[in-house]
């Protein structure tokens, strides 16, 4: 152990879980309630109003008391049906991770092979959706926010591709590790289902997950045959109505969702945006100015949440086991076929210019302890873009 992890407070920079603000841990901390009586329908309207913004929507929120991945079979199980045709795309780990789960659950999924540095293409989409004449795709699913690889998809170009082919399936959208930091549009980008999870940009600790719901998928899920009990919309949006859960909702993590909305509409969702793109940008101009390469090969698909550094000889993990014995910090593993290859900084969330300035000191000494050649003036480019506003 180094004396240097003797005080101060833990960085946790992965992308996700993420920091959760003093304001969300005390609205946490109070009694839990009874979740049938009207103290807690009332707290249940109030948020299932109140965090619509967040995803662009005018159309019913479902809120599981579960970690993403639950949510992305409630997406699949509500709208489809077994042997059903899906397109999906290979952008990184949680692409991989969702079309698997798709395959085991009965469905046919084209995969669109893809490097692990771009998102979705719009164009490969629009091949496939041409040549689908019979309609027989019923679904395509894209993750926004490649949380594996730092990439972002251009949701409204796919959304633009399933125009112009004149395609009736429906777009179902991971924004697990996008939501509340990067611009999202459920009702203007025309999604059906936007799955999303509590612990990234949502500032709360693991445990909440989310599906928006068009009127199509609310209607795609009238048929839909997949099996489904627990992730079931239906009994949800008829308790819902009411501010009730057809089962024992997660009470303490509705305080925190109530504090972190109120926390994200004071400073403005633009300006959320725009704090995370800063930030983004920065940690880019550090990782240049170190002589390193960003993952991210597209400049219009960079993450806002988090960036991904390619080590090309390998050596990642012991950067990361370095840093965090000696600096206290963690950052993200390089995932799948990016094991060891990668490592990934997390600035999303309860995130400010000194947190990165901390961050960007950690990666760099750390970087130089593990004996990485780089620039050691190279944080430097990152703190002239902090300099800006
Ligand atoms: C974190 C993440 C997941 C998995 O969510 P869990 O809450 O761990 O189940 C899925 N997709 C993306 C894009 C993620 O970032």
Known sequence: MSVTTTGGRHFLQIPGPTNVPD??????????????????????????????????????????????TGAWE?????????????????????????QDMATRLGLHVEFVPGDWRHGADP???????DADTAHEIKAVMVVHNETSTGVTSRVPEIRAALDAADHPALLLVDTISSLGSIDY???EWGVDVTVAGSQKGLMLPPGLSFNAISEKALQAAKTAGLPRSFWDWQPILAANERG???????????????????????????NVYARHARHAEATRAAVRGWGLEVLALDEREYSGSLTAILLPQGGADAVREVILREYDMSLGAGLGKLADKVFRIGHLGHFNDLTLAGTLAGVQMGLVRSGVTIDPDGIQAGLERLQRP
Do not use: C
Request: glycine share 6%.
């Open 123 to 129: 164009q490969a989409a629009r091949e496939r959706l």
């Open 244 to 270: 009730f859960f057809p089962y024992t909702p997660a009470t303490n993590l509705f305080y925190a969702l109530r504090e972190a909305l109120i926390m994200l509409d004071e400073e403005g969702l633009p």
């Open 185 to 187: 549009r459920h009702d």
């Open 74 to 98: 409630a997406a699949l199980t509500n709208t489809l049906s077994p042997g059903d045709r899906v397109l999906a795309f290979e952008t990184g780990h949680f692409a991989t991770l969702w």
């Open 23 to 68: 304001r969300v841990l005390r609205a946490m901390a109070a009694p839990t309630i009874d979740h049938r009586g009207p103290e807690f329908a009332a707290l249940g309207l109030e948020v299932l109003q109140a965090v619509k913004p967040v995803f662009g929507t005018a159309q019913p929120v479902v809120i599981y008391p579960a970690s993403g």
